[in-house]
């Protein structure tokens, strides 16, 4: 991760629509099982992430049709703030943890039923 005080201070300047965004975007990159391209591109891209957010002004007649406009625009102006990547990493990144942690304790429940029932069947 990309360190805990700066994040945690950046959450704090944005607002709650922000927030609930750059969420919603990290849940839907780690379900897809997304989370190391996006990291190996959001890290690629970090030096320029303000360019980013000025592209996609250019850019928002044409995403109009695919991306809620509302949205984009919050997400522009979020990547207009240089600390927005490296925040956006560690959402991702814890998100990603806990899914690891839920998938190892469905593992080990499974591997207890079938133990368990082998046990019974016995």
Do not use: C, H
Not at 69 to 89: A, C, M, N, T
Not at 105 to 114: I, N, S
């Amino acid at each position: 991760m990309t360190g805990e005080e700066r994040p945690v201070e950046f959450a704090k300047e944005l607002t709650d629509k922000q927030r609930e965004l750059l969420d919603k975007l990290a849940d839907k990159i780690v379900r897809l099982r997304m989370s190391v391209p996006a990291i190996l591109f959001l890290e690629s891209v970090r030096p320029m992430n303000y360019v980013g957010s000025q592209v996609m002004v250019f850019f928002a007649p044409l995403v109009r049709g695919f991306f809620g406009l509302p949205e984009w625009d919050e997400l522009r102006l979020v990547l207009e703030k240089r600390e927005s990547i490296g925040y956006f990493l560690d959402l991702i990144e814890k998100r990603e943890g806990d899914l690891m942690i839920e998938e190892e304790k469905r593992k080990a429940e499974r591997k207890k039923q079938r133990k368990n029932k082998r046990n019974k069947s016995r």
